[in-house]
């Protein structure tokens, strides 16, 4: 990922308080934000792409930011307020899929990279 900052800072007072504010962006809770604005955009086109109400009213969301290294965000539908949720997303023998979720992450992917940014490749 390449930042170019073009800036004019006065004096060392302006140089503290952008420090002050690229560790607040870049540290731990900095970071909780932008994934749980990620996992509001899914959320919100996941609930416009299901046409069922039990559904709807189930998708939720959780994050959980423990370092920069260990995150987690999990969407998706309560098990007991929607049971039937993962029949619509993959279907069954007798009925065809009704996918909300994966549509939702696919279609908002570009949207969620600029926000929380691109892993790191694991070796």
Known sequence: MTFLIDMDLKG???????SKDV???LGPSGF???????A????????????????????TSEVNVTSS????ARIGTERKKAFFAHFLEFG????????FMLPALLANKERVVSLVGKLPSLK
């Open 12 to 18: 060392t007072k302006g140089v503290q308080e952008l």
């Open 32 to 38: 909780r934000s932008r994934l749980k604005d990620a």
């Open 40 to 59: 509001k955009l899914i959320l919100r086109d996941a609930k416009k792409r299901t046409h069922s109400s039990r559904v709807k009213k189930a998708i």
């Open 92 to 99: 069954t023998s007798h009925s065809r899929k009704f996918p």
């Open 69 to 72: 290294k260990e995150f987690e």
């Open 23 to 25: 560790q607040r962006d």
